[in-house]
């Protein structure tokens, strides 16, 4: 018999399907040794059982041809379902008339989108989305701002003036003027007075969220 032949002349045809009618699978090792062009995508199907494996009282060719026909439904064949399944005897099992009772067990429930937030994931999110959405300004150093440089020979102390009540450096300009020559006089601006006006207290974000 010319295998080779026959082999080259099957994978030409390009079949679907190639279905081994015999026990085994003696086409596949056939298939695998020809080099015609697409006979690498055919593999065979086989039907029966190989004839190695123990018969099992007719269990072992049921399988083979379950798993056959498992293949072809696979490789969209169309299969004659009513034939396979004549002689059979089916028998209808009565359902319950009563819905059933819904009941949800998650493995981790705070994993789970389908399940529903509690009141304070909620208003942990909405803080989370509110702070992602107005970011508190970074924070701004105190500015030294020198209203008087002592004489570098007589300097002897160096004050640092934070104004009272939210002013400015400004307020102490006057003490400056009329401060020894061997006092330095520092002012200490803070964020939204004098030259850091512009600036935020760091808090001043964070309060006005809260309202």
């Known amino acids: 018999m010319l295998w080779a032949d026959n082999m080259d ?3 030409s045809a390009a079949p679907a399907v190639v279905l081994e009618v015999g026990s085994g699978n003696a086409l596949a090792p056939l ?9 690498d995508a055919l593999e065979p199907v086989a039907t029966l059982r190989a004839p190695r494996v123990d018969w099992a ?63 304070a994931a909620l208003a942990a999110a909405a ?21 008087r440089a002592a004489a570098p020979e007589r300097r002897w102390a160096s004050a640092y003036c934070l104004a009272y009540a939210g002013g400015s450096t400004a307020a102490f300009r006057e003490f400056a003027r009329g401060a020894p020559d061997w006092l330095e006089v520092v002012g200490v601006e803070m964020p939204g007075k004098g030259e850091l006006a512009d600036s935020a207290w760091p808090g001043d974000a964070a309060r006005r969220r809260l309202v």
């Open 9 to 11: 002349t099957l994978a």
């Open 31 to 39: 298939l695998a040794e020809c080099a015609a062009p697409g006979a």
């Open 57 to 119: 009282g007719g269990a072992a060719d049921a399988r083979a041809f379950g798993e056959a026909l498992a293949q072809l439904w696979e490789a969209k064949t169309a299969l004659d379902w009513h034939a396979y399944h004549a002689g059979e005897r089916l028998v209808k099992l009565p359902l319950p008339t009563y819905s059933f009772e819904p009941a949800e067990h998650w493995v981790n429930p705070n994993a789970s989108m389908y399940v529903p937030p509690t009141a």
């Open 127 to 147: 803080a989370a989305l509110e702070a992602a959405a107005n970011p508190a300004p970074p924070p701004v150093a105190p500015l030294l701002v020198r209203l």
